[in-house]
């Protein structure tokens, strides 16, 4: 039998080390001897002894952090030996390595998969979220490890060494210790007031120094029942400080 498709590029990729390497631009390959911790639903082949078990939001304190903010990771641990594959929605997946004081602040519907060595959190963004669209909460991973995210097309990654403005719907990650807020981008006037508008409200502000990685695609805006919350009498700061 020949075709194109039986090209070594579409061949399934070995390494003799396990843990996760890039299959292909679109698919992760977990070469699993222990556990890792990846997105619900987002395995499409596993070859091995690979057990599944859903986890939600990964402990208590996040499945309530997640049900109040309506931010976080639905989770599910891989354990066993064999070889997983991952992909969510034919997204690009690009791997990152967590040193011990390293810290990435993520949206949520970017985590794929991340060792179980990793420790994350759900937090508020600073400044972000009440005068936009976006989400109020992002999950900050720390510790040692790898952690694989998705992104809608080749993303742009941002050096922050001046002022660094980004729309909220693009912004995928950034470094936990950068300080975030939010500006006016669009200039108010006569045409503001007769509805004319340039799509461009407010954008994400980043101080300090670190690097954002941004998309060339906007996620849609989705109120999650912490938005509707905070805006209606906002506890939620209280909650989860």
């Known amino acids: 039998m020949r075709s194109e498709l039986f090209s070594t590029e579409n061949l399934e990729k070995e390494s003799a080390q396990p843990g996760m390497r890039l299959q292909n631009s679109k698919m992760l390959k977990i070469e699993l001897n222990g556990e890792a911790m990846a997105r619900v639903g987002s395995m499409v082949a596993y070859q091995g002894n690979v057990q599944f078990q859903a986890l939600g939001s990964g402990g208590l304190g996040k499945f309530l952090k997640q049900k109040l903010t309506g931010e976080g990771v639905p989770l599910m641990k891989v354990s066993g030996h064999g070889d997983v594959f991952l992909a ?4 690009d997946v690009h ?21 179980s060595t990793l420790q994350y959190d759900i937090r508020m963004v600073g400044g972000a979220g009440m005068a936009s669209s976006s989400g109020l909460f992002n999950c900050v ?64 502000s980043f101080g300090g120094q670190g690097f954002v990685v941004v998309q060339p695609s906007e996620e849609p805006p989705v109120m999650g029942s912490g938005q509707q919350q905070q805006q209606e009498g906002g506890l939620l700061g209280g909650l989860l400080s």
């Open 95 to 115: 791997i990152i390595d967590l040193e011990p004081g390293d810290a990435l602040s993520i949206n949520g519907s970017s985590v794929l998969a991340f060792d």
């Open 141 to 204: 991973f720390s510790g040692y490890g790898r952690i694989a995210i998705t992104t809608k097309g080749t993303p742009v990654v941002l050096n922050v060494d001046a002022p660094t403005y980004v729309d909220p719907q693009a912004a995928v990650c950034w470094s936990a210790n950068l300080q975030t807020g939010y500006h006016r981008a669009e200039q108010l006037g006569l045409g503001t007031l007769l509805g004319r508008r340039t799509g461009e409200s407010f954008t994400m």
């Open 88 to 91: 969510e929605l034919a997204k």
